[in-house]
C-alpha cells in the first residue's frame, strides 16, 4: 500500500537528487537515523516493510491473520504464531498464493512463557532483525462477575495480558538492536466503553492500554513506537461466537443479531480482517514516525465515546 501525495508534487520530488536510497530503508542503522531526523524521511509515504522482520502471535484465523496477510503484502518477513499446526500450515499457504510471500510459522500457545519466547528469538535469528511485533491472542470467556473464580481471573490475565509482556520482554532487545521498531497489541472497544457481559475483556484490555502508554514512554529514545488497537465488530470466528450468545439472550436468529448489528455501525458494516490489517500495518511501517502511546479504536465509529 502506497499512500503517493499528489502526482505532480510527487514527480517533482521523484526527480529530487537528495531522498534516500529506499532499499536501504530496511537496515536498522538508516532507522534510527530517519528516527532521529525527520527532515530525512522520504517524501512519499513508503511503508518501509521489506524485508523486516514481523512476528504475529495468535495468527492461525480472523484478525491475526488478517494482519499477517497485509504485513506479507508489503513483503515483510513474517512469523506466524498459534496452537493448530493444521491451521498454521493453511493460513501460511493462503497467504502465499494471495502475496505471493510465504510467512513461515511456530506453533506454540500464548499462555506458554517458551513458546512465546522462542517465536519472537526465531523471527530475529531466521529474518536477521525484528522490526514489528503485533501481539493478538485468542478471547477471554464471555460472562459477569459472580460466575468468575480466582481459576477464571487467573486464567484471563495468562491468556490477555501475561503473554504480551512476555513477548514484549523478548522483542525488545532484538528492535533496540536493530535501531528501533514497533509494537502494536489487540484490545477491544471495551478500552473505551465497557461491553456488558464481558466484564474479563473490559478489565484486561484496559491494563493493556496503560501498559502502551508507560511503555511507549519508556522505549521512545530507543526509536520504539507502541500502540493499542481495539477492535469494534471485525468479521471473524469471534464474532459468529459472540453473536451466537448475543442472539440466544434475546430470542431472535443469529441472522437478525447480525443485521440488527451490522446497522448500529455508521459504516453500517462490519469490518473485514483486511481493513483492520491495513491500519497495523500503516501503524508498524517507517510511514509512522510520530503516532506513539496511542489507543486506536478500529470500529467503524460504532463507540460513541472519544
Ligand atoms: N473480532 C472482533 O471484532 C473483536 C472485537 C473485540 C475484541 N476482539 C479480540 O481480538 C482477538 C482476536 O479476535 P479474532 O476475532 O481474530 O478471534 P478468532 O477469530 O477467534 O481467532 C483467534 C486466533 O487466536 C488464536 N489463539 C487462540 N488462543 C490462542 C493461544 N492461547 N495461543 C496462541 N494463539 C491462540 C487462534 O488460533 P489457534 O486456535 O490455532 O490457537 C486464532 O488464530 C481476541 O482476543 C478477541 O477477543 C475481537
Redesign the pocket.
Known sequence: MKALLPLVLASNLCSCETLPDRSALSHGTLTSKLFAEPDALPSQMEFGLADKGVVV??????????VATEFAREGARVML????EE??SE?ADAIAEETGNRPLFTV?????KD?VESAINRAASEFGNLWALFN?????PAGTFEQFDDEAWQSAFE??ML?YVRAIRAALPHMKKGGGGRIVS?????TKQA?DG?LL?NVF?SGLVGLGKSLAREVGPDGILVNTV?????????????DTIWAGQKGISIEQQRSESQASIPLQR??T?SD?GRIVTFLSSEANAYLTGQNVLIDGAMVEAY
Open positions: 502471535l495468535a495468527s492461525s484465523g480472523g484478525i491475526g491473520r488478517g504464531f498459534s496452537r493448530s491451521k498454521l493460513t506454540g500457545s500464548i499462555t506458554n513458546d493478538n491472542t485468542g478471547g477471554p491468556v490477555t503473554g489487540n484490545t477491544s472497544v471495551s461491553i464481558l475483556s484490555r481495539g477492535p469494534g465488530r471485525i468479521d471473524t470466528d469471534r464474532i459468529e461466537q459472540l462490519y469490518g480482517p483492520f
